[in-house]
């Protein structure tokens, strides 16, 4: 749901500043995630699990931009490095969900 609401105002604010929306999002991710393991109830778990949907929608909009400038000095690379890191995150949900 916070993924959902929260994709235009992350995804402006990594157009401004992606380093930083990259970095700042992992860190919500991390805290989100710590909140998820410790929640002792309903409440202050879909409170994580919104932070964690937060930290996403800012981190992925700076991720995929990243990617996009690639574009500029490697127009040919473009495709296929946008490819690799979709690949790579499906990857990583099909082997890490069974560990």
């Known amino acids: 749901l916070a993924l959902l609401l929260g994709a235009k105002i992350g995804g402006a604010y990594a157009d401004k500043a992606r380093k930083p929306a990259l970095i700042g999002g992992m860190l919500f991710i991390a ?3 710590a909140g998820t393991a410790l929640a002792s ?3 202050p778990l879909v409170i994580a699990r919104l932070g964690l949907g937060a930290g996403r929608c800012v981190s992925e909009s700076a991720e995929r931009g990243l990617l996009a400038d690639l574009g500029n000095v490697a127009p040919d690379l473009r495709g296929r490095a946008i490819a690799a890191n979709q690949a790579a995150a499906a990857a990583g949900i099909a082997l ?3 560990l």
């Open 31 to 33: 805290l989100s995630d």
């Open 41 to 43: 109830s309903l409440a």
């Open 96 to 98: 890490g969900a069974p």
